[in-house]
């Protein structure tokens, strides 16, 4: 059995994307929340759901679901796959953009109702060590959330390394589905028998996928590859350009050492694999150093 990795655009948003399988959104939402009791989400209305992209429309790997829930409270779904810069503040203008929306010209504020950002995000944002971390607005002498109608919810898959034996949540289950679902071959028994993953499940496996849906996945996941490659190389390559340049000064280094010692220019050249020409140019700028020594501080 081959699973799609839950990460990719497309995968993503078909699976908690489809309004006709809203207990895989409200079960994630619920775990990453925390949600419980008289808290409990029961519903959601998926504000833009699934339908397959065109591959032409594939401008950026970045995809959100917005939902709202009975008390019509709002909430942003957003995976990034990869750093892009200044995500704290794209979080927050997509946060405060979702507020302000709730209101026509000239309504009353008190029917703003709060807003909830979830990042889910395949790199490292924060310096702790935890794989998920809230944010809230509170006030800094009494550390009271006075001002709530904003929420900022934070996984970072990379620190999450939760063996299956050792998935004691359900948060722990669905974080541990983003991340290793596509290198599995079969439903693991730690998630069987619960709803949601069993449908989350069912709509990862490919074969039930149409050809437009399969064509888009695979086109997104070579874009992917491509990008990571090009990072990979700029990277080898700025290495290399820093040891050759490491090395460079280490011959001149060694060279003005042998010019000042009397050594001759041709074993300088032998033992440098400089060029005479640029033999020639140390002794002429160490003889200018010479002539002309830096001044002295004096007190």
Do not use: C
Request: a positive charge.
């Amino acid at each position: 059995m081959k699973f799609a990795n839950p990460t990719n655009d497309i995968a993503f948003k078909k699976i908690f994307g489809d309004s006709h399988k809203k207990e895989i959104l409200i079960s994630l939402l619920n775990a990453i929340l925390g949600f419980k009791n008289n808290k409990t989400i029961k519903d959601v209305t998926i504000v833009n759901p699934y339908q397959v992209p065109k591959i032409e429309e594939l401008k950026e790997t970045i995809l959100d679901i917005k939902a709202t829930n009975q008390d019509n409270e709002h909430f942003i779904v957003e995976m990034q796959k990869k750093d892009l810069g200044n995500f704290a503040k794209r979080s927050l203008y997509y946060t405060s953009k979702a507020y302000v929306q709730q209101l026509e010209k000239g309504s009353d504020y008190s029917k703003l109702k709060k807003v909830y950002f979830i990042g889910i995000l395949n790199f490292d944002m924060f310096s702790s060590e935890n794989y998920i971390s809230r944010h809230l607005i509170l006030n800094k002498e009494t550390l009271t959330a006075d001002l709530d109608d904003f929420e900022f919810t934070f996984l970072e898959l990379n620190k999450f390394n939760k063996k299956l034996n050792q998935l004691d949540s359900l948060l722990d289950k669905w974080v541990y589905f983003l991340k290793n679902t596509q290198d599995l071959t079969l439903i693991p028994t730690e998630f069987k028998n619960i709803k949601a993953f069993d449908e989350a499940f069912k709509i990862a496996t490919q074969h039930t996928w149409n050809k437009k849906e399969l064509d888009v996945y695979d086109y997104i996941a070579l874009k992917e590859y491509d990008e990571i490659n090009a990072i990979k190389t700029a990277e080898e390559k700025a290495i290399k350009k820093g040891i050759e340049q490491g090395r460079a000064k280490e011959k001149i280094k060694v060279a003005e050492g042998l010019l000042l010692a009397g050594v001759d220019m041709q074993i300088i050249i032998n033992s440098t694999g400089l060029t005479e020409k640029e033999v020639e140019q140390l002794s002429i700028n160490l003889k200018k150093t010479k002539l002309n020594p830096p001044p002295t501080l004096t007190r």
